[in-house]
């Protein structure tokens, strides 16, 4: 075992962290506080990511037949840390080259590729998820947004909620029920935003403006080439998509920035003398390292090719405990953070609170935990 | 980063599982509040499995594997200070190895028998001495943590110094016990989780109830993060990393200790289940070094000062 980065590991992040320094505007910080989906960021991110591309460090960690540098998992690792502990100067774009582009790239029809793939290669589109509905969140199988074949034309109607993106994006990686089979009946369809019969209405978020929307479907008409692999199988699609987003955003190294900031003002205070300060400081720092390190054996094993299951849901949880405490630590210290004194902590806390909800729920994870790595029998249904 | 076993180390563990299936669980009708093999101690001496941290190939991240792997028997090793802490101040002292603070000398001591090496760490550095009889005075008959402890009732009138550094030693020190936390803390869940799986109430095993799976599930995320915690403390050798390995680990006790017996009702009770083999040493090693909040404050002077 060695829990030290390699020389070119280091390299590595050190190329990114100058690009990153050379690159974003000098007042990027408080400009950061928009949400990273607010119109602001989504518009500095089309301009950013194409910096990223010509840079060749927006997609390095593809396959070399996508275009990419074949890198390994580390560095992807390496990559989303940098770009999440500045702020995520990717806006929703992030999503793009985590897991949009690799799941077209294995799911996708040639057409699909063609259309999509490129401008996620210039670094100039934008995605939404389509996944929550009212009666769907932690129940997602639970979906009814239907989606009806008829003359060669897919005709979608239902509403979509909490989607992130909406807004701005130009094209919805959208969940559909095609038959009544619960998992079996759901069916992607990837929608243009621009597509008549689409309604977006932004929800006033606690997570930053442009964040939060519900979205609705009548009689939306896409052609049946719209459909993303087969009828039924978007919850093997999903599955795949969402093992790789539960490890795409590094909240950790975030959570421990914000942390070591916070440090430095108390100590500018001459707060950090208090014992009760320093110890509660140390540990939450110890529930980033520890979060951290379990994120870190998660990747050895897509290193090492190993199927990644349920430990990455006890990685992810470990997570959510460090995003709480740490949020908790800055209110409980510094209360003026969010009212203005920090924008970098207001931002890490808007981002910080979402780790227990964004990509299925704490507590589902503790349920994958209780009986895929616990091995508990099951609860009855 | 590498973070997967290497070969040497998938080696040593599997030859710590052979070696140590006899003492894989508690002997049938034995009630005992703490158990020890002398036999098992001598085979491990025998075979080298202390003395890891010294081969190159193995090192530190090992010994901590090592002391982990034990830690998860019913049985109390003497294993953490002598694989992780001798080798710092001099391999040749002799068995058990007894950790104290200077200034904290009232505390019960682990493993404290007449021939025992008592090392004293502390701000005028690290010193050491051969526990005799006239020095120790035994514990309650009935103690209930599951490590064989007595009591210093002083310490000798020489000791010998050791050119060592006092922190580096408290450093090591830390690894040595969220190593063997995390091995504690992996066999008290794994006991849990067997018998809150056959346990049946309302005609249905326990486990199936929410309630209780999603604090297991918890626990897992703590007794994982553990593992992983000490480890890389272990493999970085950083002081910071140390301390916040063991605060973790210290945490974590606390709140699965509370939980375990909890979980097994009545039965967690008494010493017919072996739980209490597991808890009762976690429950101790909170106390250790002063308990979480003296390794936050050496966390918190590593990391910022």
């Known amino acids: ?381 | 980063m590498q973070l997967a076993l290497n070969q040497d180390q998938t080696q040593v563990l599997d030859f710590i599982d052979s070696l140590a299936r006899p003492y894989a669980s508690v002997p049938l009708h034995d009630h005992s509040l703490a158990l020890e093999s002398a036999e098992l101690d001598a085979a491990l001496v025998a075979n080298g499995f202390l003395d890891v941290m010294a081969v190159e190939e193995l090192g530190p991240v090992t010994a901590a594997l090592v002391v982990e792997k034990l830690a998860r028997l019913p049985f109390a090793i003497e294993a953490a200070a002598s694989a992780l802490v001798r080798p710092l101040v001099d391999p040749e002292l002799p068995r058990p190895l007894c950790l104290v603070e200077e200034g904290r000398l009232t505390r019960p001591v682990r493993f404290l028998r007449p021939g025992a090496t008592v090392v004293v760490v502390g701000p005028t550095g690290v010193r050491s001495f051969t526990a005799s009889e006239n020095l120790i005075a035994p514990a309650q008959e009935d103690t209930l943590y599951a490590y064989p402890v007595a009591f210093l009732t002083g310490l000798p009138e020489a000791l010998e110094t050791h050119d060592v550094d006092a922190a580096e030693v408290a450093r090591a020190w830390r690894v040595a016990i969220a190593a063997e936390a995390a091995g504690l803390l992996s066999a008290a869940l794994a006991s849990t989780v067997t018998y809150v799986s056959e346990r049946k109430q309302f005609g249905r095993p326990l486990a199936t109830f929410q309630g209780m799976r999603h604090r297991l599930a918890e626990d897992q995320v703590l007794t994982n993060t553990a593992y992983w915690l000490a480890l890389r403390a272990a493999g970085t050798g950083d002081a910071g990393d140390a301390a916040l390995a063991l605060m973790h680990a210290q945490e974590a006790a606390k709140r699965v200790c509370y939980d375990y017996h909890q979980f097994l009702g009545g039965m967690g009770m008494t010493l017919e289940h072996p739980l209490h083999l597991w808890t009762y040493r976690l429950k101790l090693l909170t106390a250790e070094l002063g308990g979480r909040g003296a390794q936050g404050l050496a966390a918190a002077e590593a990391l910022w000062g």
């Open chain 1, 1 to 381: 075992m060695e829990f030290e980065w390699t020389a070119e590991q280091d390299a590595f992040r050190h190329e990114i962290r100058d690009f990153l320094h050379a690159n974003l505007p000098g007042d990027w910080e408080r400009f950061a506080e928009h949400g990273p989906a607010s119109p602001a960021l989504t518009a500095f991110a089309r301009e950013f990511c194409v910096k990223l591309a010509d840079a060749g460090i927006l997609f390095p960690h593809w396959p070399r037949e996508m275009g990419g540098d074949g890198l390994g998992p580390w560095e992807q690792q390496i990559l989303a840390e940098e770009m999440w502990i500045a702020g995520e100067p990717r806006g929703g774009q992030y999503m793009n080259v985590n897991w949009i582009g690799p799941t077209l790239q294995k799911y996708g029809t040639e057409e699909q590729k063609a259309r999509y793939l490129e401008p996620i290669t210039k670094g100039q589109s934008l995605w939404c998820q389509g996944f929550s509905e009212p009666d769907a969140g932690s129940d997602l199988a639970a979906l009814r947004t239907r989606a009806t074949l008829a003359d060669g034309n897919y005709v979608i109607n239902g509403q979509k909620i909490w989607t992130s993106y909406a807004g701005l994006a130009d094209t919805c990686f959208l969940l559909t029920r095609t038959s009544d089979d619960r998992k079996r009946g759901i069916t992607i369809i990837l929608v243009p935003m621009d597509t008549p019969g689409i309604t977006v209405r932004q929800i006033p978020s606690l997570i930053g403006e442009g964040d939060i929307h519900e979205v609705f479907f009548d009689d939306v008409t896409v052609p049946e080439s719209a459909r993303f692999g087969d009828e039924g199988q978007a919850w093997e699609i999903i599955a795949y998509s969402l093992r790789n987003e539960r490890l795409g955003i590094p909240r950790f190294v975030l959570a421990r920035a914000a942390l070591d900031r916070a440090v430095q003002m108390l100590k500018a205070q001459g707060e950090f003398t208090r014992e009760a300060v320093r110890i509660e400081a140390a540990r939450c720092a110890a529930l980033c390292e520890a979060a951290g390190t379990v994120n870190y054996a998660v990747v050895q094993r897509r290193v090492d090719g190993l199927a990644v299951g349920a430990e990455s849901s006890s990685a992810r949880y470990a997570t959510v405990m460090a995003e709480r405490d740490v949020c908790a630590f800055v209110v409980e210290f510094l209360p003026e953070a969010l009212a203005g004194a920090s924008p970098y902590l207001k931002m890490h806390h808007q981002r910080g609170i979402v780790a227990g909800v964004a990509a299925g729920s704490a507590e589902i994870q503790l349920n994958i935990i209780a009986s895929d790595v616990l091995e508990l029998p099951r609860e009855p249904r």
